[in-house]
């Protein structure tokens, strides 16, 4: 995780270089990463708060109006991802983003105080076929509609962290934690959990 203010300015200034979005700062929570191979910096990864509204994704989850009100900060978007352009890894991006994948669940808990259900992604097409995002266990959900923070026509791509628990999922759980294990395989249970089934 990057933290200290230098090498947070060291990271902005290679994302608003480096990446087809470019980079004006982030907002909310967010936790910046350095791809890293012993002390060269092969790329760079934003973990920052979801898209509100997502019709694929809320569909696939199950949500509510309401689930999703209550339970939308423990979804977390992979908003930017990087690999420098010079770096020649083979299978490096799915390699690096199985490794988010396991391992944003304790991070976002250490840093924020609390553990995120599910990561998200925006793939757009024209320019990307979301490859390593599928060979990192990612699964496409379908097409973003491009209202709110989504772009039109960009694909959407969705990971359950591997292992997450809740304790507030919805008021018919109470307190009674839910374990949500192994997914993806398991995808019900985090459609059941915040559904409070």
Known sequence: MVRDATRVAQWDALVARWHPLGFQGAFGYRLRYFITAGDRRLGC??????????????????WTAQT????????????????????????????????????ARADWLEHWGFEPLLLETFVDPRHYA?????AAGW??????????????????HSWPSTTAWSSRCSASSSNRPWPLLNLPQKTSCIINCLQGK
Do not use: K
């Open 45 to 62: 990864v934003l973990l920052s708060g979801a898209a509100r509204a997502v019709a694929v994704r809320d569909q696939w989850i199950g």
């Open 68 to 103: 999703r009100r209550e339970n939308m900060a423990r979804v977390v978007n992979n908003s930017r991802f990087l690999i420098f352009p010079h770096v020649r890894v083979p299978h490096l991006a799915s390699h690096v983003l199985g490794q988010l994948a396991r391992r």
């Open 130 to 134: 979301g490859t390593c995002y599928r």
């Open 139 to 156: 699964q496409l959900l379908g097409a973003s509609s491009g209202r709110g923070l989504a772009r039109p026509g960009r694909s959407y």
